[in-house]
């Protein structure tokens, strides 16, 4: 019943953008802080933005701040992952997450893959 479905994912120039989303059900939406991870063969997963609930603060990893710009529509039960300036190294697949504002319940989507590569 709970889904995060993650969309937006392909092939991209590098210096290029792509604008990921996630679309989520099942659950009350805004009680969870949204987030995005990437993850690539052998590595470990890692997160690349957070935006909280209720005020939308947002964090970035160091390697992607100022390319990427993560939010959030509680109306529409969607967070997004603009991404601008792409480099071969973002190239990963992305992971919707939503975390219970309190308590330990938290969910992942399966992910969609971005490919930054002449």
């Known amino acids: 019943q709970v889904q995060l479905v993650e969309s937006g994912g392909g092939l991209v120039q590098p210096g290029g953008s792509l604008r990921l989303s996630c679309a989520a059900s099942?659950?009350?939406?805004?009680?969870?802080?949204m987030g995005w991870f990437r993850q690539t063969p052998g590595k470990e997963r890692d997160l690349v933005a957070r935006?909280?609930?209720?005020?939308?603060?947002?964090d970035y990893a160091d390697s992607v701040k100022g390319r990427f710009t993560i939010s959030r529509d509680n109306a529409e039960k969607a967070v997004y992952l603009q991404m601008n300036s792409l480099k071969p190294e973002d190239t990963a697949v992305y992971y919707c997450?939503?975390?219970?504002?309190?308590?330990?319940?938290?969910?992942w989507g399966k992910g969609t893959l971005v490919t930054v590569s002449s």
């Open positions: 935006i909280r609930s209720p005020y939308g603060s947002t």
């Open positions: 099942g659950f009350t939406f805004n009680m969870y802080d």
């Open positions: 997450h939503a975390k219970l504002l309190y308590g330990t319940m938290d969910y």
